[in-house]
Each structure stands twice: as structure tokens, then as C-alpha cells.
């Protein structure tokens, strides 16, 4: 059986899923989503432990998938990383507003994301 920890990555770009994949398959269990729809689709069954969430995508935005992560109490306690490839303070605002974690901007480095991963899924308070 399988215990690692699942890491569901949500971008409409197959190179950056792909991307992730490769770089996290070794130490979790990457699921991936092309889209908002889809990622929301798949957290109806799916329990994750991090979220990697592209801010722009085509069908709904990273904006609107969290709108409706918040409004789902058994999601309440799932850390989101934004993943994009803009970081202006306004949009870094915004996403703590919604209840980001935490913020990667792409392109990023792999031990970037491990290492913002890792933080993610400590335990609050710790």
C-alpha cells in the first residue's frame, strides 16, 4: 500500500503537469487536473494533502477554484500553493485573501517546490 502523501496539481499547460510529475513522483502521489472543472471533479472523491494551483487557466480561474474549495468544509484543511507565472504584490494579496498557503512563481526550481511543499504540509503550529 501505498502512504505517501498525494499532491494534486492543477494546470491547463500538459508541459508544466508533466513537469511536476517528474520532479515530485519520487516522494508523493502526483494526481493531475487540466483544468478548474476537473480538479474540482476529482476533489469530490479525492482527498489531497497539497494543492498545487495555477492561478490562469482557461475555464475557471485559480480565483474561482478556491472560492469553491472554501466553500467545502471537508477541503477546509487542505493547503493550497498558488503556482503562476506572475507575482505582483496585488495578486500575492489576493491569494492569501482566498487562503493560499503559500505562492510559487514559475519558472521555479525543484527544490524550491519541495521545499515549499514540505512546509505546507507540516502541521499548523508546528
Known amino acids: 500500500m501505498d502512504n505517501r502523501?498525494?499532491?494534486l496539481v492543477v494546470d491547463d499547460s500538459s508541459a508544466n503537469l508533466q513537469l511536476c510529475r517528474g520532479l515530485l513522483s519520487g516522494d508523493f502521489d502526483v494526481r493531475l487536473a487540466k483544468s478548474g472543472t476537473l480538479a474540482?471533479?476529482?476533489?469530490?472523491?479525492?482527498?489531497?494533502?497539497?494543492i498545487l494551483l495555477d492561478i490562469e487557466m482557461p475555464d475557471m480561474s485559480g480565483f474561482e477554484v478556491m472560492t469553491e474549495i472554501?466553500?467545502?468544509?471537508?477541503?477546509?484543511?487542505?493547503p493550497v500553493i498558488f503556482v503562476t507565472s506572475h507575482a505582483t504584490e496585488k495578486l500575492v494579496?489576493?491569494?492569501v485573501q482566498h487562503?493560499?498557503?503559500?505562492?510559487?512563481?514559475?519558472?521555479?526550481?525543484?527544490?524550491?517546490?519541495r521545499s515549499k511543499i514540505q512546509a505546507a504540509l507540516k502541521p499548523k503550529g508546528k
Open 70 to 78: 472554501n466553500m467545502r468544509p471537508e477541503l477546509e484543511n487542505v
Open 40 to 50: 474540482l471533479d476529482a476533489l469530490a472523491k479525492l482527498r489531497p494533502d497539497v
Open 93 to 95: 494579496v489576493k491569494a
Open 99 to 113: 487562503g493560499v498557503v503559500d505562492y510559487l512563481v514559475k519558472p521555479f526550481e525543484a527544490e524550491l517546490l
Open 5 to 7: 502523501k498525494i499532491i
